[in-house]
């Protein structure tokens, strides 16, 4: 029998793929197969709150309309199904902001809308405007096309100079996510967001806003978003520079895979195209499933993932305040699924993280996977929607334990403080 040497693709790749790497996020996930493991590691909505006996019966409804049945299993239109782009646009009403279903694409799931938009403004050599940190999975979609990065600090005296740099390349978008920030979990405030609003359209950038966290609100008074204040500012939607980028994954289910874009009608115009060259449309008949879930439990839902969510991260909380040692801090947010940890300089992230799962059993996101510049290497992402109240405590009790032998090589010492007590 003849053997055959592999085949060296190298040659073959484009070069772009040298920018792409594997999710550190995803590569963790592997560990939640694991049952040894508490794992802070992914933003995973918990499957147990999953609307699932309310799916099943929006399934087999849409499957046995006589006219929905076979229309759900057929090609359909790229901006996606209208009752459901309908549905979204009284949704974004609620909201502030005054649009058709001609302003909605439907997209699978909001990471597909990042790299529709990094296809859209993004050339090689182009700048793309970051937070740091900022979502893994946005430089992973805008990375593919080959842009710098630049960190935009909306409240920077030199965010207007940074706006508008022509020398080192074309500014070409903007991006953000204001509320309950993946990693972060910190919220801009209205005059942060009104500045960065105000820079972004005199130098005539996009800018996308990420709002997957919005509706997971558990205490303060609700931001109005970006784009609701900029088409106050300039009259209507399809005067806005704003694109703001939807999910129904951390609400009703991830695996239905649906998202939207709502901006200006041009803009959404170009999208289709690019929607059309990806995948046609997303699946008709998970749009129409989510139709009927968006119209019959939607608010519902979210109330029942807020008040869990919610008591998940005030019990995070109180174990952190009790179970950390001096020199580590943590953001403390309102809502979303995320808080952020920042240790003494001399830690780094990625080590703490290999002597936590082979000592302690307990993994995490280390920090630097959300910097563009590779700094970050003494935080960390810890996630509080999956986990059990009782495997929080048991698992942050853990890794204290470890991040105080890592400073002090002495025995654990509680802070004996409570934040809840």
């Not at 190298?10 to 040894?36: N, Q």
């Not at 949704?91 to 790299?115: F, K, P, W």
């Not at 704003?242 to 803009?267: D, E, H, Q």
């Not at 920042?342 to 995490?364: C, K, M, N, Q, Y």
């Amino acid at each position: 029998m003849e053997l055959y040497s592999a085949i060296d693709w190298s040659h073959a790749f484009a070069p772009r793929m040298e920018r792409m790497r594997a999710s550190e996020i995803r590569e963790l996930l592997k560990l939640l197969a694991r049952p040894e493991i508490i794992s802070f590691a992914g933003g995973i909505p918990d499957p147990a709150l999953f609307p699932i006996d309310a799916v099943r019966r929006a399934y087999d409804l849409v499957l046995a309309d006589r006219e929905l049945g076979p229309a759900s299993l057929q090609y359909s239109i790229s901006e996606g199904y209208e009752p459901l782009r309908l549905w979204i646009s009284q949704y974004m009403a609620r909201r502030g902001v005054t649009c058709g279903t001609e302003n909605i694409i439907i997209t699978a799931g909001s990471q597909q809308g990042l790299d529709l938009l990094g296809k859209l403004f993004l050339a090689a050599g182009d700048i793309a405007l970051v937070s740091a940190p900022t979502y893994l999975g946005a430089l992973q979609a805008f990375g593919a096309y080959e842009p710098r990065y630049l960190i935009l600090t909306p409240e920077s005296s030199q965010a207007r100079t940074i706006c508008q740099e022509t020398a080192g390349g074309r500014v070409a978008l903007a991006y953000v996510v204001p509320d309950f920030a993946n990693p972060t979990g910190e919220t801009m405030g209205e005059a942060a967001r009104r500045g960065l609003l105000g820079i972004t359209a005199e130098a005539g950038v996009p800018l996308i806003e990420d709002a997957a966290y919005e509706a997971l609100r558990f205490e303060g008074v609700p931001q109005r978003s970006c784009l609701a204040l900029d088409v106050e500012r300039c009259g209507h939607i399809d005067r806005s520079h704003v694109l703001y980028c939807g999910t129904f994954s951390k609400t009703i289910s991830p695996g239905l895979r649906v998202g939207w874009i709502c901006a200006a009608r041009n803009l959404i115009h170009k999208l289709v195209l690019a929607k059309q060259a990806a995948d046609l449309h997303s699946a008709t008949l998970n749009q129409m499933v989510l139709h009927r879930l968006a119209t019959s439990i939607y608010d519902d839902q979210v109330a029942k993932i807020v008040k869990v969510y919610g008591a998940r991260r005030d019990v995070m909380f109180d174990a952190l305040v009790r179970q950390m040692p001096d020199g580590v801090s943590w953001t403390e947010p309102m809502g979303g699924m995320f808080i952020w940890v920042t240790l003494p300089v001399h830690l780094d992230g990625a080590e703490l993280l290999t002597a936590s799962i082979r000592e302690e059993g307990v993994a995490f996101v280390p920090g630097r996977a959300f910097f563009a510049d590779g700094n970050g290497c003494n935080t960390l992402r810890l996630n509080y929607s999956l986990q059990s109240e009782a495997g929080i405590e048991e698992g942050i009790g853990r890794l204290g334990r470890l991040i105080t032998r890592k400073l002090t090589g002495a025995m654990w010492r509680p802070r004996g403080h409570s934040r809840l007590g």
